[in-house]
C-alpha cells in the first residue's frame, strides 16, 4: 500500500513533466500508463481514490508551479507574509480542485473493473469506454465553471511539439489527441499487468486471463495503425496549409510594452507611462493593423475622451486599425476586461467572457477572508463582471476573433468566433503577474492547437511575452523575447475556412 501510494506521487510527478515548458512529450506514452496499473491493482475503491487522488494532485502541482511565481504580490497591498499564504493557497486550489477529476475517474475505472462479467474479451470495449470517459471528465466537466473551471493540464498538450500527429485536431479537436494517449496507456498497463500475472502450467509460465490478452494486443496494434495513418496525413495536412503570401495578406504590428504589473492592474495605475512606452514602440512601424495586449491602456476607456482620441490619432497617423487591452464599462456597473478597436472612424469593443477565478473575481466573495478578496481588487473596482458579446469585430482588415487571457484555453469559445466568421484570431494576455516564464511556454502550447482546430492564424499578444505568430500549421513562426519592451512585426494570410472541428466540435 505505502509503495503504491509513493509511486502514485513519483509518477504523477514525472507525468507532469511531458507538459509545455518541460516539454518531455514522450513522458505523457509512458507515465500515464501507472495511474491504471494502480488503479486495476486496487483491492478496495478507498485504495483507487487514493492513488489516483494523489497521482492527479502532484501531476497538477508541478504542472503549475508557476502559480508559486505570484510571490511577491506587495504591489497589491499585501505584506510579505499574506503574499507568500494567497501564492501558495493560488497553487494548492487548482492543484486540489483538478486532482478530484482523477479521483472521479480512478472511482469509474474501478467500477468497470469490478462490474465485468468477466475477464475475457472486453479489453477493447473497455479501452474506447474509459477513453471516451475521460474526455468527458476532463476535457468537458473540467471545463465547466464548477470547481474553477481552469482545464489547464490537459494531457494533449504535451504534445504540442509534434505537429505531423496533432494535425488531426482540425478534424476532431485536442480533445481526440488526449483519446488516444488515454487508450495507449491503457494498453500498456495491461500489456505490464499481464506479464506478471502469469501462472505455470505444464512448466511454462502462461497468462491467467488469454483472452484478454489477445484483446489487449489487438489494442495495441489498432494504436499503432491509427497513429500511423495519423501522422501520414498530418504531414499532407501541414503541406497543403502552409500560409503564403499573396496581395492580400496583412501586416500585424505586436506591441509588447513590458509595462509594470502594478501600474495596469495595481492601486495606481499609469495610463501616462503606457502611452508613452507604445508611441515610442509606434515609431517607424508600418502594419495594416496594430495590437497592443492586455491591459496595455490602464483605464476605463469607454468613457476617457482623452484615451479614445489618442487611439484615433494613432491609428490615422499609422494608417492602421488598431486593438488595445483596456478596461470598460458601458452600463455603469462593475467593470470588464475588454479590449478596443478602431477602424473606419468608429470604435468596437470586445468583452472577455470567461475570467479568472480569484484574478477577476473572487468566488463566494462574502465568505472568504479579506486577503483573498484584495486579490481580484484594482484601482478602478473590485473585480470584473464577464462579457456578453461573442462576435469577431469588423476592422477594414478583416474579422479579428478576439480571445483575453486564459480563454485561450477553452476551444469551444474560440470555435464560435471561427463560426462567427473571424479570418484571424488574436490572443491579448498580461503575464506579468508570474515571474516564471513556463506559464508563457505553455501558453504557446494552447495557441497551436487552437490555430490547428480552426485553421486560422493565431496571434498572441503579451504585456511581457512571450507574444508569437502561429500558422494554421501550429508552426510558431515568430516569437518575442520574454521580460523586454520590444516589437514582432510579420504577415498574415487572412481565411474564411471552417474546419470540421469547427463546424460539429463539441
Known amino acids: 500500500m505505502i509503495l503504491k501510494l509513493i509511486a502514485?506521487?513519483?509518477?504523477?510527478?514525472?507525468?507532469?513533466?511531458?507538459?509545455?515548458?518541460?516539454?518531455?512529450?514522450?513522458?505523457?506514452?509512458?507515465?500515464?500508463?501507472?495511474?491504471?496499473?494502480?488503479?486495476?491493482t486496487s483491492k478496495k475503491m478507498l485504495e483507487a481514490i487514493l492513488f489516483a487522488g494523489l497521482f492527479g494532485f502532484f501531476y497538477n502541482a508541478i504542472s503549475l508551479n508557476w502559480l508559486l511565481s505570484l510571490h511577491p504580490l506587495t504591489w497589491l497591498g499585501l505584506s510579505y507574509e499574506e503574499s507568500l499564504f494567497v501564492s501558495v493557497l493560488a497553487l494548492l486550489i487548482p492543484a486540489f480542485c483538478n486532482s478530484l477529476y482523477f479521483i472521479l475517474f480512478g472511482i469509474l475505472v474501478f467500477v468497470m473493473n469490478s462490474r465485468a462479467p468477466s475477464p475475457y474479451n472486453n479489453g477493447f470495449l473497455k479501452y474506447l469506454l474509459l477513453s471516451i470517459f475521460w474526455i468527458i471528465i476532463f476535457n468537458k466537466i473540467s471545463s465547466s465553471k464548477f470547481l474553477l473551471g481552469f482545464p489547464w493540464t490537459l494531457i494533449e498538450y504535451s504534445q504540442y511539439k509534434i505537429l505531423p500527429f496533432i494535425q488531426i485536431a482540425e478534424y476532431f479537436g485536442s480533445l481526440f489527441i488526449g483519446f488516444i494517449l488515454v487508450m495507449f496507456a491503457q494498453v500498456i498497463a495491461d500489456i505490464f499487468l499481464n506479464i506478471l500475472n502469469r501462472e505455470r502450467i505444464g512448466g511454462r509460465y502462461l497468462p491467467k486471463h488469454p483472452g484478454k490478452i489477445e484483446e489487449t494486443y489487438f489494442g495495441l496494434l489498432f494504436?499503432?495503425?491509427?497513429?500511423?495513418?495519423?501522422?501520414?496525413?498530418?504531414?499532407?495536412?501541414?503541406?497543403?496549409?502552409?500560409?503564403?503570401?499573396?496581395?492580400?495578406?496583412?501586416?500585424?504590428?505586436?506591441?509588447?510594452?513590458?509595462?509594470?504589473?502594478r501600474a495596469t492592474r495595481g492601486k495606481y495605475l499609469d495610463i501616462s507611462l503606457a502611452k508613452k512606452i507604445y508611441s515610442n514602440l509606434l515609431e517607424e512601424n508600418k502594419a495594416d493593423l496594430i495590437v497592443a495586449p492586455e491591459g496595455a491602456l490602464p483605464v476605463e476607456v469607454t468613457n476617457d475622451a482623452d484615451t479614445k482620441y489618442w487611439l484615433k490619432i494613432k491609428s490615422i497617423q499609422n494608417k492602421a486599425d488598431i486593438i488595445f487591452g483596456s478596461y470598460c464599462n458601458k452600463n455603469k456597473s462593475k467593470f470588464t476586461n475588454c479590449a478596443v478597436s478602431y477602424s473606419g472612424n468608429e470604435f468596437l469593443f470586445y468583452d472577455k467572457q470567461?475570467?479568472?477565478?480569484?484574478?477577476?473575481?473572487?468566488?463566494?466573495?462574502?465568505?472568504?477572508?479579506?486577503?483573498?478578496?484584495?486579490?481580484?481588487?484594482?484601482?478602478?473596482?473590485?473585480?470584473?463582471?464577464?462579457?456578453?458579446?461573442?462576435?469577431?469585430?469588423?476592422l477594414s482588415i478583416g474579422k479579428i476573433g478576439i480571445n483575453i487571457c486564459f480563454e485561450l484555453i477553452f476551444p469551444e469559445q474560440i470555435r464560435e468566433l471561427t463560426m462567427e466568421g473571424a479570418n484571424l484570431l488574436l490572443n491579448l494576455s498580461d503575464l506579468s503577474w508570474f515571474r516564471s516564464n513556463l506559464v508563457k511556454k505553455q501558453f504557446l502550447a494552447f495557441a497551436v492547437f487552437r490555430a490547428i482546430e480552426n485553421r486560422k492564424p493565431f496571434i498572441i499578444a503579451t504585456n511581457n511575452g512571450l507574444s508569437a505568430f502561429v500558422e494554421p500549421t501550429g508552426k510558431i513562426r515568430r516569437i518575442s523575447n520574454a521580460d523586454l519592451q520590444m516589437t514582432l512585426l510579420d504577415w498574415v494570410t487572412l481565411n474564411d475556412t471552417k474546419t470540421f472541428y469547427a463546424k460539429f466540435g463539441w
Not at 514522450?26 to 500515464?32: D, V
Request: aromatic share 12%; with cysteine.
Open 8 to 40: 502514485s506521487i513519483i509518477c504523477g510527478s514525472i507525468l507532469s513533466l511531458s507538459q509545455p515548458g518541460f516539454d518531455l512529450w514522450f513522458l505523457a506514452w509512458i507515465f500515464l500508463a501507472p495511474l491504471f496499473i494502480l488503479i486495476n
Open 223 to 261: 494504436i499503432l495503425v491509427l497513429v500511423i495513418g495519423i501522422v501520414i496525413n498530418g504531414k499532407m495536412a501541414i503541406n497543403n496549409n502552409e500560409q503564403s503570401f499573396t496581395l492580400d495578406s496583412k501586416t500585424i504590428l505586436v506591441m509588447q510594452g513590458n509595462l509594470p504589473i
Open 354 to 394: 470567461r475570467l479568472v477565478p480569484f484574478g477577476e473575481f473572487v468566488p463566494l466573495y462574502w465568505l472568504l477572508p479579506k486577503t483573498l478578496k484584495r486579490f481580484a481588487d484594482f484601482a478602478l473596482g473590485d473585480g470584473f463582471i464577464q462579457g456578453k458579446n461573442k462576435l469577431p469585430v469588423d
